[in-house]
C-alpha cells in the first residue's frame, strides 16, 4: 500500500466499531483467546469512552488502543491480568483513579511499518496530560522470551532487550515509547506460552501531573519577567534616585510582571553626592556608597508590596558585621520579606579598589512565581555554581551585572546563554549602560540585557527569548513557560540533567560552618 492511498483518521472507539475490531483481535490475538465479547466492549466505551482511541482508514478500522482508569498503588505494585476483570469479563474501570492502563494496542497487519502504534501512545499521553492523571501502566507481554526461555530468565531476557540485544515486539515497542520497566510480573496472563506467563509492569510517568489536594498551593507555570537595562545618571539626591527607580516599578508592575530586575550597583552614581576631591578616595567613595543601602533596602521592600511584584534589587554594597564590604543582590517578595545573595566572585578591580570581599552562600529562593537563584556578573562565569543551583530545582537564573566594554560584556552573556542550555533553565541578563565622566568612581559602560532559555524545540532556535537594544536605556518583558523546562528535563532532544555520570565525578558545597565557631567539614 503507497503512502498516497491512506486517508488516516484519529477518533475514539464506537460501539458501532465492533465487528471490525473483533476481525481485528481475532487476528491478533488468536494465541491468547482473540477478541473480547461486545458487551465487554460496550462497557468499556460507555465508562470511559476518551480512552478507547481507534484510527481508520477510509472508513475501516486498522489500529486500536483500549485503556481503563485505575487507582495507582494498586495497579503499580504486583498484580495479574485478571486483577483487571470482573463479572462476565467485564473489565473494572475506575472512574476515580489517579492513572490509565493500557490494555490493548493493535494494529492491522497490512498497516504495520506505518508507526501507526506510536500515533495510539502519543494519544494516550495527551489525554493523559489533559485529565491530570499520574501515570500510565501497562503489563506488557514479552511475546520473544519463548525462544530464549532455556539459556535466560526472565530478568536477563529484559535487560538483553533493553540494551538492544535481543528484539521483542511488545517490549521493544514500548521502551522506544518512554515507557520503562518498574518490575517483572508472575503468572500475569498464565495461558500466554509465548511470554511463559511473565510480562514486564511498564510506566510511563506524567511529569505534569499535580496531585488534587496541592491545587490551591499551586505555583503558575507562566512567569512574566520585567527587567530595567538602567542608564546610569547623575542624581540630585537619594529622592530623586529613588523616584527614578519606583518610576520604572510602577511601570513593570503596570504590565503585570511577576518580578521587576535591576542591574548591578545601579545606585553606583550616588557617589556623586560627594564633592569631587572626596570622590578621588576610592574607598571612602564606596563606603559612602553603603550608607545609602539601609535607606534604599527600605524603600524597595515597599515597592515590591506597594506594586505587587517580586523586585531583584540588582545588587547595593553592604557593610557587614565584621566591617568588611561586600556586594549583594537583594529579592524583594511582594509580601514583604526580604532575602540575599552575595557576590561571590570578586574582580580584580573591585578587590583592588574598593576591597569588597566575596559571599560564603549560595541558595535558591522560593517565590510565588517560581525558583529563583541570583548569580552577580562575575559569578556567572563560574559554572559550577550554576550546577549546584540546577541541583536545588532552579527554574529561573537571574544575573545583574555591571559591565564596561563589549568583550567584558561577551564573557558574561556567553556564559549565561551556557548557564541556561547546560542546567536547563531561563536566565535573565539585566545590565546598566551610559557614561558619567563627572563622578569618579564610574567607569564606562556597555550592556546589552537578555533572557535565555534552553535550546530546543520548546524555544527559539538561537535560545534568546528577548534582548533589549545595545547602550539604551529601556525596559523589556518576557513570559517564561515553567512546564516547558519540566517537559525539556524530562523528554528533551538531549536531558543535560538527567545525563550525568555521576558515578564518574560529583559536585558538593562545602561547609564554611567554622568561620562562626563550628568545625569545619573534612
Given at each position: 500500500?503507497?503512502?498516497?492511498?491512506?486517508?488516516?483518521?484519529?477518533?475514539?472507539?464506537?460501539?458501532?466499531?465492533?465487528?471490525?475490531?473483533?476481525?481485528?483481535?481475532?487476528?491478533?490475538?488468536?494465541?491468547?483467546?482473540?477478541?473480547?465479547?461486545?458487551?465487554?466492549?460496550?462497557?468499556?466505551?460507555?465508562?470511559?469512552?476518551?480512552?478507547?482511541?481507534?484510527?481508520?482508514?477510509?472508513?475501516?478500522?486498522?489500529?486500536?488502543?483500549?485503556?481503563?482508569?485505575?487507582?495507582?498503588?494498586?495497579?503499580?505494585?504486583?498484580?495479574?491480568?485478571?486483577?483487571l476483570i470482573g463479572h462476565r469479563e467485564i473489565i473494572l474501570n475506575d472512574e476515580d483513579g489517579d492513572a490509565m492502563y493500557g490494555l490493548d494496542v493493535l494494529i492491522h497487519p497490512d498497516y504495520r511499518g506505518y508507526?501507526?502504534?506510536?500515533?495510539?501512545?502519543?494519544?494516550?499521553?495527551?489525554?493523559?496530560?489533559?485529565?491530570?492523571?499520574?501515570?500510565?501502566?501497562?503489563?506488557?507481554?514479552?511475546?520473544?522470551?519463548?525462544?530464549?526461555?532455556?539459556?535466560?530468565?526472565?530478568?536477563?531476557?529484559?535487560?538483553?532487550?533493553?540494551?538492544?540485544?535481543?528484539?521483542?515486539?511488545?517490549?521493544?515497542?514500548?521502551?522506544?515509547?518512554?515507557?520503562?520497566?518498574?518490575?517483572?510480573?508472575?503468572?500475569?496472563?498464565?495461558?500466554?506460552?509465548?511470554?511463559?506467563?511473565?510480562?514486564?509492569?511498564?510506566?510511563?510517568?506524567?511529569?505534569?501531573?499535580?496531585?488534587?489536594?496541592?491545587v490551591l498551593d499551586n505555583k503558575p507555570t507562566q512567569v512574566r519577567v520585567g527587567a530595567v537595562q538602567w542608564q546610569m545618571r547623575e542624581f540630585s539626591s537619594v529622592e530623586a534616585a529613588l523616584q527614578q527607580i519606583e518610576y520604572f516599578v510602577d511601570a513593570l508592575s503596570d504590565y503585570q510582571s511577576d518580578f521587576a530586575v535591576f542591574p548591578e550597583l545601579f545606585y553606583a552614581p550616588l557617589m556623586g553626592l560627594q564633592d569631587r576631591d572626596a570622590q578621588k578616595d576610592q574607598m571612602g567613595a564606596i563606603r559612602f556608597l553603603a550608607g545609602f543601602t539601609e535607606r534604599f533596602k527600605l524603600e524597595l521592600?515597599?515597592?515590591?508590596?506597594?506594586?505587587?511584584?517580586?523586585?531583584?534589587?540588582?545588587?547595593?554594597?553592604?557593610?557587614?558585621?565584621?566591617?568588611?564590604?561586600?556586594?549583594?543582590?537583594?529579592?524583594?517578595?511582594?509580601?514583604?520579606?526580604?532575602?540575599?545573595?552575595?557576590?561571590?566572585?570578586?574582580?580584580?578591580?573591585?578587590?583592588?579598589?574598593?576591597?569588597?570581599?566575596?559571599?560564603?552562600?549560595?541558595?535558591?529562593?522560593?517565590?510565588?512565581?517560581?525558583?529563583?537563584?541570583?548569580?552577580?556578573?562575575?559569578?556567572?562565569?563560574?559554572?559550577?555554581l550554576g550546577r549546584l543551583l540546577a541541583d536545588q530545582d532552579m527554574d529561573i537564573l537571574f544575573v545583574p551585572f555591571w559591565t564596561d566594554t563589549k568583550n567584558g560584556y561577551l564573557r558574561v552573556r556567553h556564559c549565561a546563554q551556557a548557564r541556561a542550555i547546560e542546567n536547563e533553565c531561563y536566565v535573565v541578563l539585566c545590565g546598566s549602560v551610559g557614561n558619567l565622566p563627572s563622578i569618579e568612581n564610574l567607569d564606562i559602560q556597555y550592556a546589552q540585557s537578555a533572557v535565555f532559555s534552553p535550546s530546543d524545540f520548546a524555544f527559539p532556535h538561537d535560545a534568546v527569548l528577548a534582548e533589549t537594544t545595545p547602550n539604551t536605556e529601556m525596559i523589556f518583558f518576557s513570559d517564561l513557560d515553567l512546564t516547558r523546562l519540566t517537559v525539556v528535563r524530562a523528554e528533551g532532544s538531549v536531558t543535560n540533567l538527567k545525563d550525568r555520570r555521576k558515578d564518574l565525578f560529583d559536585l558538593r558545597w562545602r561547609d564554611w560552618s567554622w568561620k562562626s565557631g563550628g568545625k569545619p567539614e573534612e
Open positions: 500500500m503507497s503512502l498516497e492511498e491512506l486517508h488516516l483518521n484519529l477518533r475514539n472507539l464506537m460501539s458501532d466499531d465492533y465487528d471490525q475490531l473483533k476481525t481485528l483481535m481475532d487476528a491478533v490475538y488468536h494465541d491468547i483467546g482473540g477478541a473480547w465479547p461486545k458487551r465487554t466492549i460496550d462497557k468499556l466505551i460507555q465508562e470511559f469512552p476518551d480512552g478507547q482511541i481507534a484510527i481508520e482508514d477510509d472508513g475501516i478500522l486498522v489500529g486500536v488502543a483500549l485503556t481503563v482508569q485505575v487507582d495507582y498503588d494498586e495497579f503499580s505494585n504486583p498484580h495479574k491480568y485478571d486483577d508507526r501507526l502504534g506510536r500515533r495510539l501512545y502519543e494519544a494516550r499521553k495527551e489525554l493523559c496530560r489533559s485529565m491530570n492523571l499520574r501515570s500510565i501502566l501497562a503489563g506488557g507481554r514479552i511475546p520473544g522470551y519463548h525462544q530464549h526461555a532455556d539459556e535466560l530468565t526472565p530478568a536477563q531476557y529484559i535487560d538483553k532487550v533493553s540494551r538492544k540485544e535481543i528484539y521483542d515486539p511488545i517490549l521493544s515497542f514500548q521502551q522506544a515509547n518512554d515507557f520503562q520497566v518498574k518490575r517483572l510480573l508472575r503468572k500475569y496472563l498464565p495461558e500466554d506460552e509465548q511470554s511463559r506467563g511473565y510480562a514486564t509492569l511498564l510506566e510511563w510517568n506524567n511529569i505534569l501531573f499535580e496531585p488534587a489536594d496541592s521592600s515597599r515597592m515590591a508590596v506597594s506594586y505587587n511584584i517580586n523586585i531583584v534589587g540588582g545588587s547595593m554594597i553592604e557593610v557587614g558585621d565584621d566591617d568588611r564590604l561586600y556586594n549583594i543582590a537583594y529579592l524583594f517578595h511582594r509580601d514583604g520579606s526580604v532575602e540575599r545573595q552575595a557576590k561571590l566572585h570578586i574582580t580584580p578591580q573591585e578587590r583592588r579598589d574598593w576591597v569588597i570581599e566575596g559571599g560564603d552562600e549560595l541558595q535558591v529562593f522560593d517565590t510565588d512565581a517560581g525558583r529563583v537563584g541570583i548569580l552577580i556578573c562575575y559569578d556567572v562565569e563560574f559554572p559550577e
